[in-house]
Structure formats: C-alpha cells, structure tokens
C-alpha cells in the first residue's frame, strides 16, 4: 500500500519563528509564531504551528474546490507581495510605489466594499462588473449633489467625492490583475476585457480658468493669500511652498503628481526635469522656466530645511513629501482670502487643476504654436495632423525641445503677471 503524502512540514529556520510549507509548495512561508523553547532548549509549541499549517491546507483544499471570491483574489495585488507588479519589475518595466498604493486604496475603497467582493472569481462575469460600475456611478454622483448642497449652505464638506476618472481607473486596476491570472493560468478570461470604460459628461469635465488679472494677484501682488492667518491656525504657516506650487502649475503645464514629485536634484537653476513622463515614449521632459519661477525656487531652497539632492523640492521638514491635500487647502484658503469667485464667467468650476487649463488656454488665444503649447503641456503628439505637430528632424528636435520651449517663455511670462 502506497504511503500517503504528508500535507504539510514544518521548519526551525534559525530566526525565532516557525516556517511551514504545503505539500505542493516549493518553499516555506513563517507562520508567525514565536518558538517556545524549555531550559534545555527544546521547543516545546511545535504543535501550535503544526495546527497552523493543518489549518492553513484545509483552506487551500477548500478554495480550489470552491475558488476565493473577489475579494480573497485582491488581496495580494498592488500590496508588497503583488506577482503583477513583481513580474513587471523582473521585466525592467517597475510600477512606483506610488502607484501602487493608489491602485491598493481604489481597490479597497471601492471594489471591496461593494457586494460585487463576495462574488467567487470564478463565477464572475462582465455582467457583475457592469451593475458594480452603475452602482459607483450612483453613488458618485449622490455624493457631488450632498457637496454641492453643503458649498451652497456654507456647510464643512466631509466626504470627498469621485467622479468618472476614478472609476475608470479603479477598472483598469482590475483588469490587470485578472490579466495577470489569466496569464499564470489561475482564471480562464478576463472578465473586465469587455467592460468599457465611462465616457466623461462633457458639462463635467469642463474646469473654469482664470484671467491673467487673477493670476497676478496670486503670485505677484498678493502672494502672502497662499498663507494662513494666525487667528485661525495659531500661528501664520508659510505662504511660500504653496505659491510656488501654484506658479510652477500656471508656468509649466506640468501635472500636479508630476510637480509633487521633484526632488532638488531636478532643478539646475533654469529648467525643472521630469524623470517619468505620461508619455512613455519619451524617457523625461525638461521644462524652462520663467524668471518668477526661478526666484520663488531660489527663495525656497535658501530657506528650506532639507536641500540635498534627493530631498523632495515639496517637503516637511522631517523629509516627508508633501501631499495632494496639502495644496487642495492652501488653494481653497488663497480663493477666500482674494475674493476670487468659484466659477469663472462660463460656469465652469475652478480648481486647481484651473491653473494648467488657464495657461493652455491663454497660450492658444494668444497664437502660440499649438505643438510647442502641447509639449509644453506634456500631451503626446497626435498622428495625423501634420499641420499641428513638429516633425522635422525627430532627433534633432529632442535633444533641442527645451531650446524650442524657450519660445513660450515670453508669453508665459504675459500671462502670469499680466505684464501686457
């Protein structure tokens, strides 16, 4: 009679833990419990991992029979131990960590938090997939109607909204897990492959600029509105960083992730380099600078607490980079203390992202060349419209692109600070 196989083993690695492995497994896994050992130095709680490990391949045998739900199936990706993000890396293409933990957070807010997580992966279809879609599209748009309702009543604003783009990025956070099991073979399809992504309402997607009159206020006449006033933050915070946050978005065109990002090693004194660029054909983008942007950098580096070439040009004191909200405060602050309406002429609504648009727009009105304006503002060049999209000498033009955006500086220089 053959012997039957053992279910599991167990390991004294040497390092205070036990280590069991599963039959079919190729190495071991701690099990997170500390040996116990007596005055002999025997270890006297070996059964203590030896039930872990029994536990532990019910639940394997279990989950193949059966298959993991949605959200059993989520649980390793985008997380430290993702094999997605690990195959990319073994590829030479690494994801950030930033990245990642973007995608870990939409997941669990919102796919692991919807009905659509204890549906077993394997009987999953589009079908599920698109009622879970609707469901956030419902509730992202009850969301923006309680906020627009709380602005109007002068009320605090407690939750924060998503919209149309967070969905779709939420989307294609799973399709490329499911891409990568069906890739190891763990699930026959990708049932997000036929699940189309939202279209935006164009009435929603529209964001208010600003005049050329307003951004020199911002940043030239009235600067200090970025700061907060000591009575209601006890002590006045620097208006500084929030500033040249803002005037390197109304000069540069650049993201605001990208622009989060910088470390002073970026900056030599003229341009700003964006190592990782949207565009993935191209490896970086160097960015001049107008001579406002220059100075506010200057002043801040001079005063800055961390200067080295890898600290962040946007951090604490402590080192920690400063984040998305940070600015979303200062911005709402500068807006109040300037008296600057939340809606531009059109109706459409100002937000941050409103300093990028404005220089867009005023560089056009203004009869900029439109391809060097679209470089400027990091879009890939489109195909087929030669008559917009410098072609000449692809080579050439690259290593001379930051030579070529000197052009707009000018310009650049009318619409900060409306000097016409």
């Given at each position: 009679?053959?012997?039957?196989?053992?279910?599991?083993?167990?390991?004294?690695?040497?390092t205070?833990?036990?280590?069991?492995?599963?039959?079919?497994w190729?190495?071991?896994?701690?099990?997170?419990?500390?040996?116990?050992?007596?005055?002999?130095?025997k270890?006297?709680?070996?059964?203590?991992?030896?039930?872990?490990?029994?536990?532990?391949?019910?639940?394997?045998?279990?989950?193949?029979?059966?298959?993991?739900?949605?959200k059993q199936?989520?649980?390793?990706?985008?997380g430290?131990?993702?094999p997605?993000?690990a195959r990319l890396?073994?590829?030479?293409?690494p994801?950030t960590?930033?990245?990642?933990?973007?995608?870990?957070?939409?997941?669990e807010?919102?796919v692991?938090?919807?009905d659509v997580?204890?549906?077993?992966?394997?009987?999953?279809?589009?079908?599920?997939l698109?009622?879970?879609k609707?469901?956030?599209?419902t509730?992202?748009k009850?969301?923006e109607?309680?906020n627009?309702r709380?602005?109007?009543?002068?009320?605090?604003?407690?939750?924060?909204?998503f919209?149309i783009?967070?969905?779709?990025?939420t989307?294609?956070?799973?399709?490329g897990?499911?891409?990568?099991?069906?890739?190891?073979?763990?699930?026959?399809y990708n049932?997000?492959?036929?699940?189309?992504?939202?279209?935006?309402v164009?009435?929603?997607?529209?964001?208010g600029i600003?005049t050329?009159?307003?951004?020199?206020?911002?940043?030239?006449?009235?600067?200090?509105?970025?700061?907060?006033?000591e009575?209601k933050?006890?002590g006045?915070?620097?208006?500084?960083?929030?500033?040249?946050?803002?005037?390197?978005?109304a000069?540069?065109?650049?993201?605001?992730?990208?622009i989060?990002?910088l470390?002073?090693?970026?900056?030599?004194?003229?341009?700003?380099?964006?190592?990782r660029?949207?565009?993935?054909?191209?490896?970086?983008?160097?960015?001049p600078?107008?001579?406002l942007?220059?100075?506010?950098?200057?002043?801040?580096?001079?005063?800055?607490?961390?200067i080295?070439?890898?600290?962040p040009?946007?951090?604490?004191?402590?080192?920690g980079r400063?984040g998305?909200?940070?600015?979303?405060?200062?911005?709402t602050?500068?807006m109040?203390?300037?008296?600057l309406?939340?809606?531009?002429?059109w109706?459409?609504r100002?937000?941050?992202?409103s300093?990028?648009?404005?220089?867009e727009?005023?560089?056009?009105?203004r009869?900029?060349?439109?391809?060097?304006?679209?470089?400027?503002?990091?879009?890939?060049h489109?195909?087929?419209?030669?008559?917009?999209?410098?072609?000449?000498?692809?080579?050439?033009?690259?290593r001379?692109r930051?030579?070529?955006?000197?052009?707009?500086?000018?310009?650049?220089e009318?619409?900060?600070?409306?000097?016409?």
């Open positions: 009679m053959a012997r039957r196989a053992k279910r599991y083993s167990i390991l004294d690695r040497g205070g833990v036990w280590y069991y492995k599963l039959a079919d190729r190495s071991y896994r701690s099990t997170g419990i500390s040996i116990r050992v007596n005055r002999q130095g270890p006297t709680n070996r059964h203590e991992a030896e039930q872990y490990a029994m536990e532990e391949a019910d639940r394997v045998v279990f989950e193949r029979h059966t298959g993991p739900t949605l199936f989520l649980d390793p990706y985008y430290p131990e993702c997605h993000c890396e073994a590829d030479g293409r994801l960590a930033e990245y990642r933990r973007t995608q870990r957070s939409r997941i807010r919102y692991v938090t919807d997580a204890d549906i077993k992966i394997r009987e999953l279809t589009p079908g599920h698109e009622d879970w609707q469901r956030l599209v509730r992202s009850e969301l109607a309680e627009a709380r602005r109007k009543a002068g009320e605090k604003i407690e939750k924060r909204d919209g783009r967070t969905i779709n990025q989307l294609n956070a799973l399709s897990a499911f891409s990568e099991a069906v890739h190891r073979q763990e699930i026959a049932p997000a492959l036929s699940v189309s992504t939202l279209r935006p164009e009435e929603d997607s529209q964001y600003f050329p009159a307003e951004l020199k206020r911002m940043f030239v006449t009235e600067p200090e509105s970025w700061g907060y006033n009575a933050y006890h006045e915070l620097d208006w500084r960083p929030a500033r040249l946050y803002g005037l390197l978005m000069s540069i065109g650049e993201r605001p992730s990208a989060l990002r470390d002073w090693r970026h900056y030599d004194g003229q341009t700003l380099t964006f190592p660029v949207k565009d993935r054909r191209k490896n970086r983008r160097v960015v600078l107008i001579a942007a220059i100075e506010a950098l200057d002043d801040w580096r001079e005063d800055s607490v961390r080295g070439p890898d600290d040009v946007f951090g604490y004191d402590g080192g400063m998305k909200t940070w600015f979303k405060k200062r911005f602050h500068m109040a203390a300037l008296g309406p939340a809606e531009d002429e109706g459409g100002r937000v941050p992202y300093l990028k648009y404005t220089l727009t005023e560089l056009i009105d009869g900029a060349n439109p391809a060097l304006v679209r470089d400027l503002m990091g879009h890939s489109q195909r087929g419209a030669p008559e917009t999209v410098l072609t000449p000498v692809q080579a050439r033009y690259r001379q930051a030579e070529k955006l000197r052009e707009l500086l000018p310009l650049i009318e619409v900060v600070s409306d000097s016409q």
